[in-house]
């Protein structure tokens, strides 16, 4: 059944719920979902309101305009969403497939309401894959030389595939600001437990280091590298018994984790993204 | 600051957030924490709001009236209390000292918001420990012989002592129905992860089986041994070498950490139980 | 590089490691892994020895002839293993895909050296998946009355494709008695924390139950149902906000990781049953 | 029973095993233990051998020099240990008492082998759990003026009570290189997951980050801040509901988690350093 989401962070002040709720109540809504934070020390205040379409007294842009009236008279910035609208969603990807080939099972199974008709690879690797699932496969290589020019291509691309969201399921390229400037929807799975080991190499320097854990970290990407707001960390032990190599085996289950947690909170409109760090209402 | 906690189980229907939500905010009171749950296949609908006592313009008494008006008109049950009221417990042991400790630190270091003017024990062993945090210490030795009479004294004195909840802390003895039906406000901590191993030497029972993981089980006591509400439950794995004194030494701490959470979850009035289960509103 | 794997059980008694070390240098073998085990209350000693093939100055006849004669002298049990016998695996499936797509993954990636020539599968469903990863599908129905000949029939096609190892993969069937007496080497996974929710629909059980942590465990069959040796148990937290469709949905992922955990294990001859259990030399 | 114990890190060569368990066997020692590790990339072996005192035909002395010249001859390095020599530790505290509690409890009741003559604090605030426990408390102020003479005092006590090992079990204090210069057998708990957040406040730094999860490291002290060989590292899960206080209070049961298993590493002479990393043979 279809519902409606809301979702609002605006400065605390008493009466909020009430006058939230209320307003979805004189519509005839019903709540299926409340769940609000106060973060004291920042002094707002986050809502996720979602609420069943039918029966709801309001058009859809009807809505729309009531929700942005609210937050103007509460000073807050809101989203508005309806489950029925499926986000389109390209993955980024270069020789890795454990990432991809999870979150495409993940989509045919049903299990993640989303649609893929895009991925984009530095390489050729992956194209079988996508094939198999009848997804567009662009190889579009990136080089130091022609990286302006790959990057322009892609946002052209983005653009016409009407893509909502990017993933980089293990791109192992860095986008430049400019790209992240243009697109800002993008999520990352970064293969260590943030912030340590940030940038290149981190199964190498956690051996190195000699850590009893390694992790995985899904994370909206900024223009820092390495330092967008975390959605979900996982991790998994090691021992000294496990060489280099096992801890890049070990970490690909946690990572498809990671990622496919993260994904799935984005798709249901739980995250909620504020002073660098996100709130998730599971 | 002190805060008003009102939990509610009612049938779902339309409006009930708004409707609660809007009571509160009639009353002038700032809400802190909401959270909400239906339960689509059993219909019902869950709530926890929590305010602040200061500017809201009712008394306790005339809350707890408007509280209690409220329910009955959703048909529903409420519980309404203030985070100044500090619960007083009763803890139960036998002869093992980790529970106990564990917790009597956590009141004394003021991370816990209780007072434990009792611990009751059918041994005498842990009676140099309650005194040096000084606690009373009844040593009531229980037989089969003297059950009953046993169980009457601790009622009474549980009734002495104005005890709120009941704390089963590696409490070895099981409790007549009759106890738990006079005085129905019991938590056990359970050494397996129900409901595998219920009954006598989980620990054994787990090593026997060849598991590769054991765990703890916090719940509410009911008339069908290790069968009440489950509030929280932890792991720990085990391998081939631990022998079951191993099991039984990874266990206390797994043990002591179920308790403690669960423990937490009932001061902050975050457990609501309903058909044989509990939501946790954490 | 290959090695020699060997394992032993046998009773306990003084010089045993040095024996079988003694005897492996004495043959100029240079030992990579070793690792015992005594079970005091069994009595028993369990080692599991790897040594590079390349300078051992035995044939591989010569090599099986030694242990089984070292084997025979300790009143013990060996098995023996060349690295380089990449074991021939059998996948039964009924409609859930995600074990078999995660272990044909594994496969194809490198990550687990096993062949797949065959999956058997009850239902027409996961024929596309095979397909592409080139493997033999059988479609073989089950029902009441063909059971014994369907079983039969499933024996004759094991024997074929000379099949070291099955694997049931979410195959939603109980193999008969007969079947697991004729072919033993079958693991499974089963989806829920073993020894509790044996049986059917263990993840309607446990949200019956309330429990606030699901799990799954692979095990070896044996004629009494989820009853033999657990390999490994993977859990997963839930909460009362999930519905039997989301701890089936997490379960997937930890089931998918439980079973390949385990079966890892398998393919580096990691494991050794007696008693009823396995020791897990990782 | 007595075991002796012998931990062995030398270049890796064919043969090792045999090596010294057939000195063992030729001393008529009755191996319980056995565990050997190969580094291939630094071409190191590491081995731990216990092996029952009864039977075994060698004096204490005589074994001692039969070790030491097995080393030599390897070009290795060995240590040798009888299980019952009871190590002498000495806690260091400053006001938080989670972990001292922890040890001193798992001390009494026999969990852990090991003697705590002496606790050292820079505050006064855990005098009376040392009194309880019977434990000499030193109060030692430190402040910048006074460091060197104070650490010059610590070093003396620790002479003075035959100390083997300093546990800093959240002391906030740094030593200076030359304390650990003197004394290097010390053992820290951390209250973050090292590598992130080093150094000052890491729960605070947590909290701004926006991790999802926290930890605690328990490594040896070396001269770089945080940056020694870790023993044992616990995780905990956070969400934006978590204040610093609760990333703080939760911290507490994972930094006294981690700082026990690495004390029991210890204590059962399971941990071998090398490299800047240990191997723990558990």
Redesign the interface.
């Given at each position: 059944m279809t519902t409606v989401i809301f979702q609002l962070i605006c400065p605390d002040r008493?009466?909020?719920?009430?006058?939230l709720?209320?307003w979805?109540?004189?519509h005839?809504?019903?709540?299926?979902?409340?769940?609000?934070?106060?973060?004291?020390?920042a002094g707002m205040f986050l809502s996720r309101l979602e609420w069943d379409l039918k029966?709801f007294n309001l058009s859809r842009d009807a809505t729309s305009k009531g929700i942005s009236d609210l937050a103007i008279s509460l000073g807050g910035k809101a989203q508005l969403h309806f489950s029925d609208e499926i986000p389109r969603v390209a993955i980024f990807v270069s020789k890795q497939?454990?990432c991809l080939?999870d979150l495409l099972?993940r989509v045919n199974?049903k299990?993640m309401k989303m649609m893929v008709p895009l991925v984009i690879s530095n390489h050729e690797n992956l194209r079988d894959i996508c094939e198999?699932y009848k997804v567009n496969y662009k190889h579009i290589p990136v080089h130091n030389e022609n990286k302006l020019a790959a990057e322009k291509y892609m946002l052209e691309i983005l653009k016409e595939y009407k893509i909502d969201l990017v993933i980089l399921a293990k791109y192992m390229q860095i986008l430049s600001p400019e790209f992240i400037h243009t697109y800002p929807n993008i999520i990352n799975i970064h293969h260590s437990?943030?912030?340590?080991?940030k940038g290149a190499k981190p199964y190498h320097r956690a051996w190195?280091?000699?850590?009893?854990?390694i992790?995985a970290t899904a994370h909206y990407v900024t223009e820092n590298l390495d330092d967008g707001?975390?959605?979900?960390?996982t991790?998994v032990h090691v021992?000294?018994?496990d060489?280099v190599e096992d801890l890049i085996?070990k970490g690909?289950?946690t990572e498809r984790?990671a990622l496919?947690r993260a994904l799935r909170f984005y798709l249901r409109r739980q995250i909620m993204i504020y002073q660098?760090?996100?709130?998730?209402f599971?």
């Open positions: 008493p009466g909020l719920v009430s006058r709720s209320g979805i109540a004189n005839n809504g019903n709540i299926r979902h409340a769940d609000h934070h106060t973060d004291e020390g029966g497939s454990h080939i099972w199974s299990e198999q437990f943030l912030p340590a080991f190195e280091r000699g850590v009893k854990l992790g707001p975390i959605i979900d960390q991790i021992s000294h018994r060489e085996r690909r289950d984790l496919a660098g760090r996100t709130a998730i599971a």
